[in-house]
């Protein structure tokens, strides 16, 4: 997959886990959970559905890679390339 | 009697030992990701520890409806339905009243600084910073300081405003000022979000929807079927024993205390020598007593607030919390708008409780002790409720033996186990694949909330296990 893939399945992702959520104007080098009302649990789930759509393993120690959409894309890219 | 278990099937590929909110939704998740999924449950309700109960002259009691976060709405529409997440609604009438202080909140972030700054006199940039704090806390972090350290740090010397900030999470999940902070933190920062919610309709019409949803999904559910022994061949879960009867599973959660899977279904010599040690060490979370009190029919009572927390003790002590010297009470006001339809009212009196002070007593200082909580609680309950004694027709209590009898949890554990329960949960499949626990555990996973989430978290951590 692209960058530009990647960042819209992560913003599919989170369009499902908070559908009342404004996602049209998300600054992607600010943490997400700063601007949008995400708890630990909204988080696991993109990392549970990470694993379950695609097969990638998110380890524990690796969770503060997925704070902004850039730092994602970035940590995702190597991972999902040949998806 | 019909036996619960015909007509299973020989082998499925999840079975869950307890109903609980954590069995139940794993249970759910597991099987809308279409595996065969078998939940077993004891007792002839499902809901665990989520219960209510119907008694003569039209009463009905809800066990564990006092309030959660409003995260659980959330929880309700991405792993259950809409439908249930729309039944959901925010009681505002928080009060406190103890020799310290004496007021009412709805508990969320506004309210909770304007509370902390113009009644307890903290200034804003400390209220800020400790919420920040707070918020900023998550169950993979570190953990190092306990809650009695966060708060020397934040607010030293200030006991009134420790006693604000802990006595409602004290009886939430037993946590106490000697727990890990992040056991306080994140149960206080999940509440502070938006405040304190409620089902409307109550407990047994949460249940009631879980339960169809299940069935649509494809759950056999059994209740009246206890599980006596989870199955390990050749080091791996092969099923269970319920009622007897052997049924082959490829991987089995149990919803059943942590300590009792370990111990009492597993056994130990399945598990390595440091983890079975290490399960042993893992300390259980305190019990509670309830006094259930049923208001006549036709009889109101004013309104005085949804969630009273009240103590007649100098100060927060959480030993005293539990003491069977009780000083401090906290009372669950239900109002007809609480099942739509109906005209009735009832009050529900919580107290934290030690197992050991009620177990051994013999069976006539047992039910005089269950007398006299009754009594001295409908006394203390005068002060909020004038006339209570001529209001109220239906009057029943339950002692940390009630909660042990019909969940079966060690010792009657209300949520679950202390912090070092959680590692010793999550830790079971490295040690027999194939098994797994959720529910109620290392005080962060219980309450409704934290019990729903974890199923999810455990469905998750199943479905790696089981997908080829
Ligand atoms: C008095 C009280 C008040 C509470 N108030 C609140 C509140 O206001 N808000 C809130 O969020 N939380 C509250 N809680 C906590 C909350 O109810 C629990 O944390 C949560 O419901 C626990 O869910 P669980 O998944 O751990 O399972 P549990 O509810 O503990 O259920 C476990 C189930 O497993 C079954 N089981 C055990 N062993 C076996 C076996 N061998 N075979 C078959 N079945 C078995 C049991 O019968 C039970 O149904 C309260 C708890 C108590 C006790």
Redo the contacts between chains.
Sequence with gaps: MTKEEIKTVILDIIAE???DEDLSDIKSDVPFRDQL?L???????IV?EL??RYGIEVP?DD?QQLATLDSSVAYLEPRMKDL | MTDSLEGTKPQYDVVVIGSGLGGLTAANMLAKDGYSVLLLEHHHKLGGLATWFKRKGGHIFDVSLHGFPYGMVKTCRKYWTREMADCITQIKGIRFDNPQFSLTTTYDTNDFKRTMQDYFKVPADTVDSFVTTIKNMNFYDEHTMTTREMFDKFFPGRDDVVRFLLEPIAYANGSTLDDEAITYGIVFSNFLSRGVYIFRGGTDKIIGMMEAELKKNGVDIRTGARVEKIVVEGGKVAGVVANGKTIKARAVISNANVKATVQRLVGEEHFSKEFAEETRKVRLNNSSCQVYIGIRKGETIDYVGDLLFTSVADKLDAQMLRSRNITSRTYSFYYPDIRPGSDRYAIVASTNANYEDWAYLPEDEYRASKQDLIESTLDALERYVPGIRNKADYVEAATPKTFERYTLHPNGTSFGTKFEGLRVSMGLNEQVPGLFHTGSVGIIMSGWLGAANYGVIVANNADKYLRP
């Design positions: 886990i908070a559908p009302e708890d630990s649990m909204d988080f696991l789930d549970m694993r379950k524990e969770y």
